[in-house]
């Protein structure tokens, strides 16, 4: 039996995470911590960098986790960056991210019976038929 906790979802969004100037070196730091939850949390399901500016350098860090991620056959990670980096490095992360539930859901089916369309006319002759009729709403 495995002991826990563990992180499952790091929401960092707008956090003034910025790669560059005087705080390039706990960016350096913080980059290390992300790559190895990355690499080897087999718990880790969501990172949220949005709002950040991490510059090229961690995001291409974050990129190779990734990919490690993937080679390891660890679960899909939902990871979300801000676009402030090369298109290229930005493209590659989210084809690397497990995509959004909202995306990947089916539409669920409303009913199993199907559709029928009534002009007005048959509908207002149905009505009157259906008038006299008690429906049992127990299916």
């Not at 990129?63 to 090369?86: D, F, H, M």
Request: proline share 4%.
């Amino acid at each position: 039996m495995e002991a826990g906790p563990w992180v499952v979802t790091l929401h960092l969004a707008d956090n003034s995470i910025d790669g560059t100037g005087k705080q390039g070196e706990q960016l350096l730091e913080l980059t290390g911590t992300l790559t190895c939850l990355i690499k080897y949390s087999t718990h880790l399901r969501e990172i949220d960098l949005g709002n950040n500016v991490l510059g090229e350098m961690a995001a291409v860090d974050i990129l190779e986790a990734l990919r490690a991620r993937k080679t390891g056959k660890l679960p899909p990670l939902k990871i979300t960056v801000t676009p402030r980096i090369s298109s290229d490095t930005f493209t590659s992360i989210w084809k690397h991210s497990k995509k959004s539930n909202k995306m990947s859901k089916k539409k669920k089916k409303v009913s199993s019976l199907p559709s029928v369309w009534l002009s007005s006319r048959h509908q207002g002759a149905l009505d009157e038929a259906c008038a006299s009729v008690e429906i049992d709403a127990r299916v």
